[in-house]
C-alpha cells in the first residue's frame, strides 16, 4: 500500500511508463525461420584509442544521466580519462557486470501534444541514460553493425537504425519499386504495421536466444545480457523524483544500442510474412 503523502506526480507517471511492459511466459524458445549462423562474434577490443575518439565525439549538449557525468567533462578531459575508462569497460565487459549506475536512467515525461496535459498517457518518456556506458555501447554498437552486414544478417530492406540509411532512403527505394510496377501494369498492396511501444515490448530472454541465433556469443552475449538485466529508473518531475521502477521487459530507451538490438529481434519478420497473389 502506498502512503498517499509520498504518492507523487512522478509516481503518477512512472506507473503510466510501466503498464507497457510485458511478462515474458517461461515456456520454451520458439523455433527461428533463419538458418542458425555458424559464424560467431565473441569478444571486442575496448581499447583507449577507441574509447578517446568516441569521448571527443560527444556532444556538449547531452544531458547526463544518473551518474551527473557530463559529456562537457568527458570531452574535455578525453586524454586522461581514456585509458581508465578503457580499462573500466574492458573489466566489465570480460566479467559480464555492470555498474548500478549504468543500468539506471533518469525519465523526463515529454508531452505529445495531443490529448489532456493531465492524463499521464498522453506523455513519452525521455530516457536520460549514463553518457560513460553509452560511450561503451558505441564501439559494441560499431562492431555489431559492421558484424550483421558482412553475413548479411540484417534484410537490405531495413532502413531504420543502420548507419546510411534513413527514413529518406526508405522512401525513395519504396518509390522506386511502386512506380516501376505501376509501369509495368501490376497492382501495388502496401501494408503497414504499427508495433505499438514496440521498444519496451521486447522480451528479453527471446532476443538473447535470437541474438545467439545470429551468431552474438561469448563474453560479447553475457555482457548484453547483463546490460538489459536487472535495469532500473526513476521519472523526474521538477525537482521530485519517483520511486525507483523496475523495468521487465524491453530494449532500453535513449541507449545507443536499443535499437539495434531491436532491429536485430525483427530481422527475420520479412520471413514469417506469407503474401498470396490474387488474381483480379
Avoid at 8 to 23: E, L, M, P, Q, R
Avoid at 30 to 57: E, G, Q, Y
Avoid at 167 to 187: A, E, F, K
Avoid at 233 to 250: A, I, L, N
Wanted: net charge positive; charged share 20%.
Amino acid at each position: 500500500m502506498v502512503n498517499d503523502n509520498s504518492y507523487t506526480v512522478a509516481d503518477i507517471f512512472a506507473d503510466s511508463f510501466t503498464k507497457v511492459f510485458t511478462v515474458e511466459p517461461l515456456s520454451g524458445m520458439p523455433n527461428l525461420s533463419s538458418v542458425c549462423n555458424s559464424n560467431s562474434t565473441t569478444d571486442i577490443k575496448l581499447s583507449a584509442d577507441a574509447v578517446s575518439d568516441k569521448l571527443r565525439k560527444l556532444k556538449v549538449t547531452k544531458s547526463p544521466g544518473p551518474d551527473l557525468i557530463s559529456a562537457c567533462v568527458l570531452k574535455n578531459c578525453a586524454a586522461s580519462l581514456s585509458t581508465p575508462l578503457s580499462i573500466l569497460m574492458a573489466q566489465s565487459f570480460m566479467q559480464s557486470k555492470l555498474p548500478s549506475d549504468w543500468k539506471t536512467a533518469f525519465v523526463k515525461p515529454l508531452y505529445k501534444n495531443k490529448g489532456d496535459k493531465f492524463n499521464a498517457s498522453n506523455y513519452r518518456p525521455v530516457s536520460l541514460a549514463s553518457l560513460v556506458v553509452k560511450v561503451m555501447e558505441s564501439i559494441i554498437y560499431d562492431h555489431l553493425v559492421k558484424f550483421f552486414i558482412n553475413y548479411n544478417l540484417i534484410s537490405p530492406e531495413q532502413h531504420g537504425f543502420l548507419p546510411g540509411k534513413s527514413v529518406q532512403s526508405n522512401l525513395l527505394c519504396c518509390l522506386s519499386d511502386w512506380t516501376r510496377d505501376i509501369d509495368l501494369g501490376r497492382p501495388v498492396d502496401i501494408l503497414y504495421l504499427d508495433f505499438s511501444k514496440a521498444f519496451d515490448k521486447v522480451p528479453k530472454r527471446r532476443l538473447l536466444h535470437k541474438l545467439k541465433h545470429l551468431g552474438i556469443r561469448g563474453n560479447l552475449l553475457g555482457w548484453i545480457d547483463s546490460f538489459l538485466s536487472d535495469r532500473t529508473f526513476r521519472v523526474k518531475v521538477g525537482d521530485g523524483f519517483s520511486r525507483s521502477v523496475d523495468v521487465v521487459s524491453g530494449v532500453p530507451q535513449g541507449s545507443v544500442l536499443g535499437p539495434l538490438l531491436f532491429v536485430a529481434y525483427t530481422a527475420d519478420v520479412k520471413n514469417n510474412l506469407a503474401f498470396r497473389h490474387v488474381r483480379r
